[in-house]
C-alpha cells in the first residue's frame, strides 16, 4: 500500500530532475511574498526536507545553487539566510564606486594592493596604443562594502595622458575618482565578459576558486588618446551591471 504523501510535497507530478528547481521556487515563492526578509534564516535542510517530502540531496543541491547564484548565503554550521539585494552598478557611466557604496548608506574601504611603474607588455601597449616595454602605471585595489569585497580594480595608466597619477594617495583618492577629475574624457569602450575567477582573484575577492565573475574591461580616451586600460573583476553572486539611458545623438558619461 503506498505511503501517503507528506504535507507540503514536492514530489505529485515531478521528476527526479526537476525536484530540486521546485525546491528553489519554493524558497524564491516565500522571500518574493515577504516571508523570508532580507538577514532572516531559512529552513535547515533537516527541516525542508521533513516540510517538502525531497531527499537530503535535492535540497543540499537547491540551496547550494541559490548560494552561488546570490540568492542566499550560508555559512557552516549556522544555516541559509536571504541574502541582501545585489548592487547593480551602471554599465554605460564611469562611475566612482565609492560614491556607489556610499549613496546605498553603506561603509565603504579600499585596499591598495598595488601602485607602481612598469614595463609594458604586449597586451598593456596594445590595449593603450604604446609600444611593448614603454612605461606605464599599474594599481591594482579591492574594493569592499560594508568589509566585503565587491571588486577587484586592476588598472594600467598611460603616464602620456595622466603623468600626476602614480603620486596620488589612493587610499584618500581612488584611481577612477582622480581620473575623473583630472582628465577629461571624450571616448569609452565597454566589454563585460563571464568568467570563473583565478585563484589570486579567489583569495582577494574572498570566495573559492572557478568561482564566476562578472568582469568589466574598460578604456577611456582624451583627445584621441588612451588613457588608461582597467579591468574590474566583480563576484558574480555579490554584483551586477545595468543600465538604463535616453536614446539620443550623444552619449554623456557620469
Not at 521546485?22 to 511574498?33: E, T, Y
Not at 568582469?215 to 545595468?242: A, D, E, I, K
Request: proline share 5%; aromatic share 6%.
Amino acid at each position: 500500500m503506498p505511503k501517503p504523501k507528506k504535507s507540503g510535497s514536492l514530489r505529485a507530478g515531478a521528476g527526479p530532475t526537476t525536484l530540486y528547481q521546485l525546491v528553489k521556487d519554493h524558497i524564491r515563492q516565500k522571500i518574493h511574498a515577504g516571508k523570508w526578509k532580507a538577514g532572516d534564516r531559512i529552513p535547515s535542510e533537516h527541516e525542508l526536507v521533513a516540510e517538502l517530502g525531497v531527499s537530503r540531496m535535492t535540497v543540499h543541491r537547491a540551496l547550494r545553487e541559490m548560494a552561488e547564484q546570490g540568492a542566499l548565503v550560508r555559512y557552516a554550521g549556522i544555516g541559509s539566510f536571504v541574502a541582501e539585494d545585489r548592487p547593480q552598478s551602471g554599465l554605460l557611466k564611469v562611475t566612482n564606486i565609492a560614491n556607489e557604496i556610499r549613496a546605498r548608506g553603506h561603509e565603504y574601504s579600499c585596499d591598495v594592493i598595488r601602485v607602481a611603474r612598469e614595463s609594458a607588455t604586449l597586451e598593456v601597449a596594445s590595449a593603450l596604443a604604446l609600444e611593448t616595454g614603454e612605461s606605464v602605471y599599474h594599481a591594482v585595489c579591492v574594493h569592499r562594502e560594508n568589509g566585503v569585497p565587491i571588486q577587484i580594480e586592476d588598472r594600467y595608466v598611460n603616464p602620456k595622458a595622466a603623468p600626476d597619477f602614480i603620486n596620488q594617495d589612493f587610499k584618500l583618492i581612488q584611481p577612477s575618482e582622480y581620473l575623473l577629475k583630472a582628465i577629461p574624457l571624450n571616448e569609452v569602450e565597454h566589454v563585460v565578459d563571464a568568467v570563473p575567477a583565478t585563484t589570486d582573484e579567489a583569495e582577494m575577492l574572498e570566495i573559492r576558486a572557478s568561482q564566476p565573475c562578472l568582469v568589466l574591461t574598460r578604456r577611456t580616451w582624451t583627445n584621441q588618446t588612451v588613457v588608461t586600460f582597467v579591468r574590474c573583476v566583480h563576484p558574480g553572486s555579490r554584483y551586477r551591471l545595468g543600465t538604463r539611458f535616453r536614446v539620443s545623438g550623444q552619449q554623456v558619461f557620469g
